[in-house]
């Protein structure tokens, strides 16, 4: 089964923002003092996937114009008014459950798990890679369900979209690439992608006000850009 991996990716983060709920009544400082140090966390995740890139200036270009595109586009407010939507839809006290969808939606979709996990699940059929994501993501939702709320849970959304893609495109063109391509497209998007990550740690330790949201097409632009790069050299 080909979205095996990605199903339990999916299993694991609804688990644990069901269990992230237990601990909602805690203290605010306590809250507080979690997600700053989640922050501190994912910040340093951040780093880490910002150096896996060989080739910065396809980076620093798809970063660049990803945003161009995502402020043209006000991606932000789109996330928050489909977060507003939900809102309407499930009862909930928290205010802030746009934020914890899109939060989680970008740290359990950008990085190489993601990427290379859904590629062996297409191509070899092995899942390993994806189950063990999924017991990080859910150990990550229970911290991110206690502090920003119920709209974790929603990331299982995209998460399944993106990942299952990738699976079942991985599967249909598995002869068609050569491995060294595959090797810089994830080095590249993943380092992409810890921009964004690190930027959402600095969000929550409250360092800066980012709008994360509008530097996705950042992601779009570094897949079409390292295949260009790579059959067209001279570019």
């Known amino acids: 089964m080909v ?8 299993v694991f ?19 507080t003092a979690v997600m700053k140090g989640l922050g501190l966390v994912i910040m340093l995740l951040g780093i880490q996937m910002g150096l896996e890139s060989n080739q910065i200036i396809y980076v620093i270009i798809s970063v660049v114009i990803g945003t161009l ?28 459950l746009s934020q914890g969808f899109i939060t989680a939606s970008l740290l359990f979709v950008v990085g190489a798990m993601a990427v290379v996990g859904a590629m062996d699940s297409g191509i070899r059929n092995d899942h390993q890679i994806l189950i063990t994501k999924g017991i990080i993501d859910g150990f990550t939702s229970i911290f991110l369900t206690a502090t920003l709320g119920i709209g974790v849970i929603f990331s299982t959304i995209p998460v399944f979209l993106y990942q299952g893609t990738i699976a079942l495109f991985a599967f249909q063109i598995e002869h068609l690439l050569p491995n060294d391509f595959m090797q810089i497209f994830v080095s590249e998007i993943t380092a992409t992608g810890g921009i964004m990550i690190l930027a959402i740690g ?8 980012i709008k994360v949201a509008n530097m996705l097409p950042g992601l779009l632009v570094i897949m079409l850009l390292v295949p260009l790069a790579y059959y067209i050299p001279w570019l």
């Open 3 to 10: 979205l095996f991996g990605t199903f339990m990716n999916v």
């Open 13 to 31: 983060i609804v688990v644990g923002s069901l269990l992230g709920l237990i601990f909602t009544n805690l203290k605010d400082s306590l809250k």
């Open 69 to 96: 595109i995502g402020e043209t586009l006000n991606l932000d407010d789109k996330f928050n008014q489909f977060g507003t939507w939900i809102e309407k839809k499930i009862p909930t006290k928290k205010d802030n």
């Open 202 to 209: 600095l969000n929550m330790v409250g360092m800066t006000n």
